[in-house]
């Protein structure tokens, strides 16, 4: 008998839902215990103007899904990892990149429908929780787990428990001021962070340095600056374009330095990095992350935190990290 088998048969619920609901699409699954993706569905998240629609239109898609599972006796609970997503009212709240506004009881109406328990929290919670059962932080008690990709964020872990912050809100570290007379940031205000670390922080970095070394060769001079992607910057630096490998350099370097005030605070064993930027950009940016991080660093505390860059990827991640939250929900909870 096989590991699989064997959990078959000796657990009463072999399987959670996981569900990811992102800016551009909601991905969802159905997963063992062991991390498997058993099978999963996406949909285009800006397809429905109503969050009603999302929620009938995945409870109709699960069916199936949940059918080749062998039915609903063998699911245990559902967990959606959401941007925007309060930890502890398991709404999605003022989403500033979704199509809908003010508070969404996602979890609620999801639980009305299908009967079964439901956790919602924020998207890094969820990458931290996720991270630890199935990636990087395995094994780890105190870390934070940061996302990098259009924004940033981060979730923690203390002592081996979530931490969910006080009113559900927690690591929006996106937005903090990091230069005073930096670049205009989307928020409205001037210098943040995500301005340099993220999607549109690497692209006009990139631009920037291009202007200031015009004699160096690189594949991104002819390119509008609006076409330039973070795919293509990694695909760039892989193949050992300058401009490209500086840009990821002084991207981790701003990283670093700012990972430095965090380092003090928690003192944590580890940083994991995830998210789409991390995912493509991440092994370039760690010597420099790194070195940002310990340079600035207290004496003592230097090279005390170490930096891992996270091994699991795109929708595939985002519903493993929606089934941490699951894992983590008992079954006969209504959370709401
Ligand atoms: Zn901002």
């Known amino acids: 008998m096989d590991e699989y088998e064997f959990q078959k048969l000796t657990s009463l619920k072999p399987y959670v839902i996981g569900l990811g609901i992102r800016e551009m699409s909601t991905v969802f699954g159905i997963v063992d215990a062991l991390g498997n993706i058993k099978c999963m569905d996406k949909v285009k998240t800006r397809d429905y103007a109503d969050p009603t629609a999302l929620v009938f239109d995945i409870c109709d898609r699960l069916q199936p899904l949940v059918e080749q599972c062998g039915g609903w006796g ?29 508070k969404i009881a ?16 924020n998207d890094c919670t969820a990458a931290a929780m996720g991270e630890m059962i199935y990636g990087a932080a395995r094994g780890l008690k105190d870390y934070i787990c940061i996302w990098i990709d259009g924004g940033l964020g981060a979730g923690l872990v203390l002592n081996g428990l979530t931490f969910m912050g ?6 929006e570290i996106g937005h ?13 205000k ?3 962070l ?8 690497i692209r006009q970095t990139l631009c920037e340095i291009m202007e200031e070394k015009p004699d160096v060769p690189t594949r991104f001079r002819d390119v509008k600056p609006d076409d330039i992607t973070v795919e293509a910057v990694a695909e760039a630096a892989e193949a050992g374009d300058a401009l490209a490998l500086e840009t990821l ?11 430095t005030a965090w380092a003090s605070l928690v003192s944590p064993e580890a940083f994991v990095l995830t998210g789409g930027v991390a995912n493509l950009c991440g092994k370039y940016m760690l010597p420099s992350i790194l070195e940002g991080l310990n340079e600035n660093m207290f004496a003592p ?18 519903i493993l990290y929606g089934s941490a939250v699951a894992w983590q929900t008992h079954e006969y909870d209504m959370v709401l």
């Open 74 to 102: 063998n699911i245990k609970a559902m967990g959606i990892s959401a941007a925007s997503g309060n930890n502890i009212t398991h709404r999605i709240e003022n989403a500033a990149n979704l199509p809908w506004k003010g």
């Open 106 to 121: 996602m979890a609620s109406m999801f639980q009305g429908r299908l009967g079964i328990s439901v956790a919602l929290v």
């Open 166 to 171: 006080n009113k559900g809100r927690v690591g």
């Open 176 to 188: 903090v001021t990091l230069d005073p007379n930096g670049r205009h940031c989307t928020c409205g």
């Open 190 to 192: 001037v210098g943040c």
């Open 194 to 201: 995500e301005s340099y670390v993220s999607r549109r922080g």
């Open 249 to 259: 350099a002084v991207t981790g370097n701003i990283f670093g330095h700012a990972m």
């Open 301 to 318: 505390m230097r090279w005390t935190t170490k930096v891992y860059v996270s091994n699991l990827h795109g929708d595939k991640a985002c």
